[in-house]
């Protein structure tokens, strides 16, 4: 529409949430992380195996998810959970889908990175790839996992931790310009 374009026709983009990530709270109980949570007013949580186990049952986890409702926060994803074997990848994507979540944030194997594409696709859910920093082979910063995933299902991507991101020496800014 040239100049005349109105914001109702700019494309509708998701809305942003803020959340944390489960590991930050890996020395509270759930209670514990669940206060600090309200306290800071924040309604995200990615959902570590500390708090909830990969080998929870359906009650189990129907009881995590009320607790989290009584503090007002959504679970909205799980892990970083590592995936070195297939059994693993399984493992994953099936807690994934037991808890009701659409978001694994995992770390596999380079060499089953197709394995992983098949699950993505199987389960309807996404992967994002948690990166590491120096200090780990797999992963270390955000162009390396922009090379493994931007040529498979548009549902595998990363988790861009912007501290290990920077350990590596890499500008999460422009890297999260850059592969958003």
């Known amino acids: 529409k040239g100049n005349n374009s109105t914001l109702k026709d700019a494309p509708k983009e998701e809305p942003f949430h803020l959340g944390m990530a489960g590991y930050t709270f890996v020395k509270f109980k759930i209670d514990e992380t669940l206060a600090f949570m309200k306290k800071l007013d ?3 949580l990615c959902i ?3 708090h909830l186990p990969l080998n929870s049952n359906a009650e189990e986890i129907a ?5 989290l409702k009584k503090y007002d926060v959504v679970g909205y994803a799980v892990g970083p959970i590592y995936m070195k ?3 693993e990848v399984d493992r994953a994507f ?4 037991r808890v009701g979540v659409k978001l694994l944030v995992g770390v596999p194997n380079y060499e089953l990175l197709d394995y992983v594409e098949e699950k993505v696709r199987q389960y309807d859910i996404k ?3 948690h990166l590491h920093g120096p200090d780990m082979p797999t992963y270390p910063d955000a162009t390396d996992i922009w090379k493994n995933v931007k040529d498979r299902d548009a549902r595998m991507g990363m ?3 912007i501290g290990h991101n920077l350990r590596y020496g890499s500008d999460s800014l422009a890297d999260l310009k850059r592969y958003k």
Do not use: G, N, P, T
């Open 127 to 129: 992967l994002a790839i």
């Open 94 to 97: 099936e807690y994934a889908k």
């Open 85 to 87: 074997s297939e059994a």
């Open 42 to 44: 924040v309604h995200y």
């Open 48 to 50: 570590k195996d500390f």
């Open 159 to 161: 988790c861009l931790d």
């Open 63 to 67: 009881a995590f998810h009320a607790k």
